[in-house]
C-alpha cells in the first residue's frame, strides 16, 4: 500500500485541507492507496520525517526498510529524473524480492515539515 501523509500543522502556510489535498493529488497524478491527515504530527514524528519528500519503506510486519529522500538527486528539476537512482523504486523491487535493501538510508529532500 502507498500511503501518503499531510503532517504540515493546520494553520501553517503549507497547511493542505483534506479537500485540497485531494486535489492537489490529483493535479500530481498521484495514486496513493490512501491519503492521511496528521495535523498534530504524530505519525510524522514518529518516523522522524523531516521534509515534504521523505519517504519510508515498511515490511508486512512494519519494519522499517528505507528512509530518505527518492533518489540521490536533491532537484525538483525533470531533467534530472533519467540520471537519477531511484532509491524508492529499487528498495521496491529489492523488498518485493526478499532481498536486503542495498540503500537502507539517505538524505531526504524538499520542504521542511512544520510541526505544531
Known sequence: AWLTVNSTADGSADFLTPA????????????PTHALM?????????????TALHFFILDPRGQLLYAGGIDNI????????????NYLRQGLAEALAGKPLSVPASRPYGCAITYR
Open 74 to 85: 536533491p532537484s525538483h528539476k525533470v531533467e534530472d529524473i533519467p540520471r537519477a537512482t
Open 38 to 50: 496528521d495535523e498534530e504530527g504524530l505519525l510524522g514524528r514518529a518516523f522522524g520525517a523531516r
Open 20 to 31: 485540497q489535498m485531494e486535489r492537489w493529488l490529483a493535479e500530481q497524478k498521484a495514486t
